[in-house]
């Protein structure tokens, strides 16, 4: 038995050696491990010993399985690494190379005569002034003096959000939030350039977003 037991573990341990994949040493594993393998049949046939060959027999056997069990995990390891270390070679990039170009799009059309329109009032001595796009009552109407009953409140002519809460319908907010920051410190030039919000539901050629720019010169302002 005990011959039986070396010329197991010599066995196995050349099927190891040459195991090409995890596949196939997952396969030693069982079949030289497992519950069917040749190392459990010898364990299971240690009644028909004397009862001093029993341990030293059940001690070889388990110096046997130890002995496969690490070499199977230290090729395992190897293995892995190898697999690693190719896709690392197969999947590798050239740094040195020059990148790809990427095409960029252009400026819109609108915002070209945007920036057109800017730079010219910009040399005419004009500044360029902004107004959020969420625009509160009082900026957009009241501020204008526009009254609570005036036609251009109506919910079906502007996008509200809340009853004090809606896209501003002109850029005219932005002269008021203008005068009120300056507080008479005048006269100021300033255009005021952005989208402006107004539904438009009965013409389908009709878009519910336009560009607006609005401008105010030379204007004295007083508290």
């Known amino acids: 038995m005990r011959e039986r037991l070396e010329a197991l573990r010599d066995e196995a341990l050349a099927k190891v050696e040459v195991a090409e994949d995890v596949k196939a040493l997952q396969d030693v594993r069982v079949a030289y491990l497992g519950k069917k393998g040749p190392i459990t049949e010898v364990l299971r046939g240690m009644g028909k010993l004397s009862a001093e060959e029993r341990p030293i027999i059940g001690q070889m056997a388990n110096d046997v399985r130890d002995a496969i069990k690490e070499q199977v995990e230290k090729k395992e390891l190897e293995l892995e690494q190898a697999a690693i270390e190719e ?41 360029v002034a902004e107004g959020p796009e969420v625009e509160v009552d009082y900026y957009n109407f009241e501020a204008l003096n526009l009254p609570k009953d005036h036609p251009a409140r109506d919910m079906q002519d502007s996008f509200y959000f809340t009853e004090e809460l809606l896209l501003r319908t002109h850029t005219s907010p932005v002269q008021a939030r203008t005068m009120e920051l300056h507080k008479g410190k005048g006269p100021v030039k300033v255009i005021c350039p952005g989208k ?12 519910h977003q336009s560009c607006k720019l609005k401008d105010f010169l030379l204007m004295r302002m007083f508290e």
Not at 196 to 207: E, G, L, P, Q
């Open 87 to 127: 896709q690392l070679a197969r999947e590798s990039i050239d740094v040195t190379l020059p990148g790809r170009s990427i095409k960029s799009g252009s400026t819109h059309p609108l915002t070209q005569v945007v920036e057109e329109v800017e730079e010219a009032f910009l040399g005419l001595g004009f500044s």
């Open 196 to 207: 402006v919000f107004r539904r438009d539901d009965d013409d389908a050629t009709h878009s």
